[in-house]
């Protein structure tokens, strides 16, 4: 600040020499912008400030305040219920004193009202993740308890198949057994006594005689001279 007057300072005195109605307003001109330099503050941040004490605040530094409420458009009767939620300028804008400063105010019941809401939401969501991982767990322990469940099924159905397969092995080699055993039980047949082989018969008379009539082919006495139509039993008629 000091040396920016000194500056201005310098210009008029050099300017005071050149003479004319130029130098005479020259001075002038410079007290203007001293002054004007002079009366710029640097803007607060009252942001978050309820609006009394940011009222406070800015009239003490020469400020003009205008407060609307930004969110319902309410009257503002009591300062000391609203909180500052927005500025203009913003803080740390250097400002002239006696210019305005806007700002945007909200109830102190809007703010806690919606604190209270967005604490439920938060609630809400979080019991909604709760409930959906647990949920989410039951169901992974029923999937794991059923392919548990299906893999022991499996297990007892493959062993049961091989023990009824094993019983079918031991019932057929049983079987087996029991054949063999009962073929080497029974005695072989004895060899049937051979015909005599010099049976013959003259004629049929001589068959019917001996009670061999008829008599077949193949059997003992059987000859082409009692078969005379040749259909392999002689003395037939």
Excluded at 190 to 216: E, F, K, L
Aim: glycine share 8%; with cysteine.
């Amino acid at each position: 600040m000091k040396k920016t007057l000194s500056l201005v300072l310098l210009t008029g005195l050099m300017l005071t020499g050149c003479g004319g109605q130029k130098a005479a307003v020259q001075p002038a001109e410079t007290a203007t912008a001293v002054a004007a330099v002079e009366e710029a503050v640097t803007l607060p941040d009252v942001v978050g400030l309820t609006l009394d004490k940011a009222t406070d605040q800015l009239e003490d530094l020469g400020f003009e305040v205008e407060a609307v409420d930004t969110v319902e458009g309410k009257s503002i009767l009591m300062k000391k219920n609203w909180q500052v939620t927005s500025q203009d300028p913003t803080g740390g804008a250097g400002l002239a004193k006696g210019s305005t400063v806007k700002l945007g105010v909200t109830s102190l019941d809007k703010l806690a009202a919606d604190k209270v809401a967005a604490e439920k939401a938060a609630a809400e969501k979080a019991a909604a993740e709760r409930a959906a991982a647990a949920q989410a767990a039951a169901e992974k322990a029923a999937a794991d308890k059923a392919a548990a469940d299906q893999a022991t099924a499996q297990q007892a159905a493959a062993e049961q198949a091989a023990a009824a397969q094993a019983a079918a092995a031991q019932a057929a080699a049983e079987q087996a057994a029991r054949d063999a055993a009962a073929r080497q039980a029974v005695p072989a047949p004895a060899p049937a006594a051979p015909a005599p082989s010099s049976v013959q018969y003259a004629n049929c008379t001589a068959a019917r005689a001996a009670g061999a009539a008829p008599i077949y082919a193949g059997t003992p006495g059987y000859g082409k001279h009692l078969d005379r139509d040749g259909d392999g039993i002689g003395c037939d008629k």
